[in-house]
Structure formats: C-alpha cells, structure tokens
C-alpha cells in the first residue's frame, strides 16, 4: 500500500499546454514534499519542493500546489515544452527526512 | 564532479547467485540510501545509513544486506537472488539536517534475475 498516491500513470500534453499532476497522501507527519524529475537511463534528480507552511511554490514553469487540510499537492508544468517529457515522481518525508517515500510516477509526454 | 558512481550499469544472475553492487559519492555527503524502482511501484526504500557507522531498513529490506563501508562507500548485498528481485536499483546520497537536502541519485543498476 504507498503511502503517496500519484495520478495520472501517464500523460500526453500539446507543446505549449499545461501539464498537471496530483499526489494525495494521508501520514499527517510528513512535512516536506519533492517532487523529482527522471529521464531515461538516469536517476531521478530534484525538481522543486514545498514544506506545509505555504501553500503555492513557483520556479519557473513549474509550480507546486499545496492543500494541506486535503492532504494533496501538484505539480503543474506551464507552456510545456518537449524537453519536459519524462517521469515525474512526487515524494513526502516526516522529519528529519531520512525516509522519502516516492509516488508510482507519471510518465510524461509533450508533443510538438 | 562524478557525483554518485555505481557499478556495475547492468547485471545478470541466476537464481541463487549472489552479488554485491557497489556505491560511492564525492560530495562529503553523511547520508547514503538504496532504492528499487520497478513499474507502477516507483522508487522503494530498501536501506539507509544516515551516517558512517549505522544503518537501518527502508521499505523493502528482505533478501538484502548493507555495508557502510566508510564515508563515501555504501554497497548493497544479494546474497541468493531472487526473479523478485529483478528490478533497476539506485543509490542516493544527501545531508540531513535542518533545512532538506536533495536527494542526489545515481544513474542505477538495471539487474536481471533469471
């Protein structure tokens, strides 16, 4: 049973579209939330991350979304471009942070 | 900088073979982690030493075994493979704290059990 579920498994996006992904989780005692970026042939690499004290980081074209009394966050990917397509994982932790759970992913596709 | 280095990139064994994939990391990092990732499961927690000397178990830690070698090693043990452990493993480094550290992955051992 994961602990974070991540949705959609996969997604095709039009260039230039918004990509969105949503994870839900139910441990109240995680409190920070990553969401990590892999492709092909490489381990997943740190995207951008939010703790429960904000609701709404942004870097870029990507933003994290937080709802705390829902237990949900997502990530959205703004004018998504081709370079984009890749696996998306989101990820929680409680302190002090050395158990980072992992969603299954989102397989991410943008087409030009 | 080489980051996190693992060998070997690709491995395969028969049932009840054994092996030890081996991890290092230049970045004076005191955490070391092992995860497994397999479709529709994403990455798994096996094992972890959060710093030289201990170690502990992740999610998934049976029919696994961990050395924390010294600072930099972490090396991962199968001592009689399984089909089920058929899956692309990844080490991880980082350095707890107050403020998150990022997780700094390998680029993973694909192993194929036969």
């Known amino acids: 049973q994961q602990q974070v579920k991540q949705s959609p498994q996969s997604l095709i996006v039009q260039k230039g579209g918004i990509s969105i992904i949503n994870c839900a989780y139910e441990?109240?005692?995680?409190?920070?939330f990553p969401w990590y970026q892999q492709f092909p042939g490489k381990g997943p690499a740190l995207l951008i991350a939010?703790?429960?004290?904000?609701s709404e980081k942004k870097e870029g074209r990507f933003t994290i979304s937080f709802n705390k009394s829902a237990k949900q966050f997502s990530l959205h990917i703004m004018d998504s471009q081709p370079g984009d397509s890749a696996t998306y994982f989101c990820?929680?932790?409680?302190?002090?942070?050395?158990?980072?759970?992992f969603g299954a992913g989102t397989i991410l596709r943008v087409k030009s | 900088n080489a980051g996190v280095t693992q060998t070997p990139k690709f491995q395969v064994l028969k049932t009840g073979q054994s092996m030890t994939l081996q991890c290092a990391q230049d970045?004076?990092?005191?955490?070391m982690y092992w995860y497994r990732q397999d479709p529709g499961m994403g990455l798994r927690l096996i094992y972890y030493?959060?710093?030289?000397?201990?170690?502990d178990k992740g999610e998934v830690p049976n029919g696994y075994n961990v050395s924390r070698l010294n600072k930099r090693e972490f090396s991962l043990r199968l001592e009689s493979a399984a089909p089920s452990q058929t899956s692309v493993y990844f080490c991880?480094?980082?350095?707890?704290?107050?403020?998150?550290?990022?997780?700094?992955f390998g680029n993973g051992t694909r192993l194929t059990v036969t």
């Open positions: 991880a480094s980082s350095t707890l704290g107050q403020l998150r550290k990022p997780l700094h």
């Open positions: 441990n109240t005692a995680f409190d920070y």
């Open positions: 939010i703790r429960p004290d904000v």
């Open positions: 990820a929680a932790s409680p302190p002090p942070g050395n158990k980072l759970v």
């Open positions: 970045m004076n990092h005191n955490s």
């Open positions: 030493s959060a710093s030289e000397g201990t170690t």
